[in-house]
């Protein structure tokens, strides 16, 4: 082999598994009930933290113009979509591939929650802990990563 197409090579798979370490992209949110899929949460940097994005809703019934009536401060009555439901997630000082310190927004209950997050599956699924108080007095959902 070429040392310079082995060269490219190395660094393509050092991309590959730089990006499957982030959480930045798009996430599957799951219903916890159905199993269905609900929505699209796009994850990106801002700044040294971390926010999430209400992208896409994938219900078919979702009602396009719906609004956050029971969301609190600044996003009481905003569109759902394009909704910042993650923020202030920071990346864990000791332990890599654990995002915490950030909230999370239920947009149907209006209801904030303290949030970690993991990655697992190979940088391909979310674990999204929502807890109030303590980590253990919470749930976990899984997402899955979006192409």
């Given at each position: ?15 590959t ?47 396009p ?6 969301c ?13 439901l993650?923020?202030?997630?920071k ?9 915490e ?6 947009p149907?209950s209006?209801?904030?929650?303290r ?6 599956a190979?940088?391909q699924?979310?674990e999204?802990?929502g807890?109030?108080?303590l980590?253990?007095?919470?749930r976990?959902?899984?997402w899955?990563r979006?192409?």
């Open positions: 082999m070429k040392p310079w197409l082995m060269v490219g090579c190395l660094g393509l798979a050092g991309v598994s730089l990006w499957a370490q982030s959480i930045e992209g798009d996430w599957k949110t799951i219903d916890d009930k159905t199993g269905a899929a609900r929505s699209v949460v796009r994850i990106q940097a801002k700044g040294s933290e971390w926010e999430g994005v209400l992208h896409q809703r994938l219900d078919p019934n979702a009602q113009d719906a609004r956050c009536t029971a609190p401060g600044d996003r009481k009555d905003q569109p759902l979509q394009g909704l910042t993650i923020r202030g997630l990346a864990h000082a000791d332990e890599a591939g654990v995002w310190g950030g909230t999370i927004l239920d149907e209006g209801t904030e929650y949030l970690k997050v993991r990655l697992t190979k940088g699924q979310l999204v802990r807890y109030v108080g980590p253990l007095l919470g976990t959902q899984v899955l979006q192409p």
